[in-house]
């Protein structure tokens, strides 16, 4: 950061070598708000880093990502599902569609949309945070869901729901996910190791079923 009165320890925190001022201390956690939005981002570019230059270095076609996954773990202590999340994030977000005004957590959520509706999606919710009308991510969810801007009563419980667990609700996002999933051809692009894994899954959904 370039100011010697504070300094980072291993892992654990911040140590503070003298006072600090009120507008050094603001300063200070404006660069490390910052630091934070933008590290799941940085983090994942950096594996699709890796996974290029193992790539060029004439590895098989499947294995680049598994192997530099391994590798990002053992370098940075993050765990491999982390690392493949913010690398996936990276991927169908790419840095040009990226927009400091969301968070990392919403672009994760319109990751998941088909490609044509990804960056729709961005510019939707920086118009709405221009305006004044913060995109929470329940907020983004319910959007999606709906196919447009959610309204405040949109995110307003049913009367007849209210206190009562409602299994359509759940449902209605499993079927969501899903069409997110074929808009992005998961069938055609999944390997039979990563559908076999979805399989197992899914399996306690059609536990429920049957026991019905």
């Not at 291993?10 to 140590?15: A, S, Y």
């Not at 004439?58 to 982390?82: F, M, Y």
Request: charged share 25%; hydrophobic share 40%.
């Amino acid at each position: 950061m370039g100011d010697k009165r504070a300094t980072f320890t291993h892992k654990v925190g911040l140590e503070q070598n003298s006072p600090l001022n009120m507008e050094e201390w603001q300063n200070l956690g404006a660069y490390l708000g910052s630091a934070a939005r933008s590290m799941a981002f940085v983090i994942g570019d950096w594996v699709m880093f890796g996974s290029t230059l193992m790539g060029t270095a004439g590895q098989g076609a499947d294995s680049p990502q598994t192997n530099i996954l391994v590798i990002a773990a053992a370098c940075t202590g993050l765990d491999i599902p982390t690392l493949e999340d913010y690398a996936h994030v990276s991927r169908k977000v790419p840095i040009e569609w990226r927009n400091e005004r969301l968070s990392w957590e919403q672009h994760r959520v319109i990751a998941k949309l088909p490609p044509i509706d990804r960056l729709q999606w961005i510019n939707t919710c920086v118009v709405e945070e221009n305006s004044g009308r913060h995109m929470t991510l329940r907020r983004l969810r319910k959007s999606i869901n709906l196919g447009r801007i959610a309204t405040p009563a949109d995110l307003e419980p049913e009367a007849a729901d209210k206190g009562i667990e409602n299994h359509l609700t759940y449902v209605n996002r499993l079927s969501v996910w899903w069409r997110h999933m074929q808009g992005d051809l998961f069938l055609s692009k999944s390997t039979y190791e990563q559908r076999q894994a979805l399989k197992r899954d899914l399996e306690p959904v059609v536990n429920i079923y049957n026991q019905l």
